[in-house]
């Protein structure tokens, strides 16, 4: 199914210049993929302990591009600057599942959203990501099939947390939104493990 996750070559080309000269002066894959979750966890606690300053719920979708990028930059350092290992696959599919909870749990404190809403969204989408690498273990690769993969749920957050900071978001749809995501990020582990069931078969 087709997802956000397709723009990433186009997207790659654009950074391939900057790449290159990092890994010129020696920046790594793995310092990377750390400084994205520690950009995110960084961003998510400032919003559950100063939740008050709605404004603050913009670094939701500023880190979430921030974080695209560096995702793409160490992707590239690492397949095309000879960096890719053993320690960078584990720490990139951790740090995604942190990064991603570091900026997801922190609506759970504005009760509009409802934070077990918040909590079970949370959850599923960990699980599709679990699926999804899971697909190495089936031997038919890291699945990325959509419809709510993690580019698709960073856009989606983005946008929920720039209506919530301005004002504009309705109260009256805001206890079904992290439902509906939390149903879309499980259809999308389904398909993930249909896929591998597949290619596992095939």
Not at 53 to 76: E, I, Q, S, T, Y
Not at 111 to 116: I, M
Not at 182 to 193: E, K, P, Q, V, W
Request: aromatic share 8%; with cysteine.
């Amino acid at each position: 199914m087709p997802t956000l996750y397709a723009l990433k070559p186009a997207f790659q080309g654009r950074l391939r210049p900057l790449v290159n000269r990092l890994a010129a002066i020696g920046v790594t894959a793995n310092s990377i993929t750390i400084l994205a979750a520690l950009m995110s966890m960084a961003a998510g606690a400032a919003i559950a302990v100063l939740h008050e300053l709605r404004w603050l719920m913009l670094l939701v979708p500023a880190v979430m591009f921030v974080r695209m990028a560096l995702n793409a930059v160490d992707g590239m350092l690492a397949r095309e600057h000879a960096q890719a290992s053993t320690l960078g696959m584990y720490l990139n599919e951790i740090c995604d599942v942190v990064s991603d909870l570091a900026l997801t749990l922190p609506f759970a404190v504005f009760p509009e959203f409802g934070a077990w809403a918040v909590i079970a969204f949370a959850i599923s989408a960990v699980m599709t990501e679990f699926a999804g690498v899971l697909g190495i273990a089936a031997k038919v690769g890291r699945n990325y099939a959509g419809p709510f993969g993690k580019s698709d749920r960073a856009l989606a957050l983005g946008v929920v947390a720039v209506l919530y900071a301005a004002g504009f978001w309705p109260a009256s749809i805001a206890p079904f939104v992290f439902p509906a995501m939390a149903t879309l990020s499980l259809l999308t582990a389904i398909n993930r493990i249909r896929a591998g069931l597949i290619g596992s078969a095939s």
